[in-house]
């Protein structure tokens, strides 16, 4: 994964596990991957991995069931949508939001491209 100057590393990390929480590609109440091997696949420290996970566990969006792994919460989607909504705003919105002005890109033009690239990218049965 290519990381990105900021947030720190483990927000990040917190992001990817919310993404794919989000996507449906990990379910409610699934055991999500070990510490161990997502800092394989992410190509970083388990210390980081192990940072990220006690931030999502401290937003209850996911569980420790000690010796067994780690597991997403059942109702953790709205604190999900809650948690990428802040650090959008937060992070992203305010360059996005500079460079529509700067650019003088019209709304209408924002809004065709977002439902073209809905079609394109999350397509719906």
Do not use: H
């Amino acid at each position: 994964m290519e990381f990105k100057e900021t947030p720190a590393i483990y927000i990040q990390i917190a992001e990817y596990v919310c993404e794919q929480i989000l996507l449906k590609k990990w379910k409610l109440g699934d055991k999500i991957i070990s510490i161990r091997d997502l800092a394989i696949t992410m190509e970083v420290n388990p210390n980081t991995v192990q940072r990220a996970y006690d931030f999502l566990q401290q937003r209850n969006i996911i569980t420790n069931k000690r010796g067994i792994g780690y597991f997403i919460e059942e109702d953790a989607m709205e604190r999900i949508l809650s948690f990428r909504r802040e650090q959008f705003i937060e992070n992203e919105l305010p360059v996005f939001m500079r460079n529509i002005y700067l650019l003088k890109i019209d709304f209408k033009e924002i809004k065709s491209s977002f439902d073209q690239f809905v079609k394109d990218n999350f397509k719906t049965k």
